[in-house]
């Protein structure tokens, strides 16, 4: 399996309980997706 190392910074969401990055890759081109991607 692929790794992938980068910084970023933990975004709160502004209306709800959440938090999210923003990934430097082309989601899409790494894992055929333009949704949601599962971490461990």
Known sequence: MKSYEFDAVIKKHGTIDAAY??????????????????VN
Do not use: A, H, L
């Open 21 to 38: 990055i923003e990934f430097p890759y082309d989601v899409e081109k790494e894992f055929g997706t333009k949704g949601q991607v599962k």
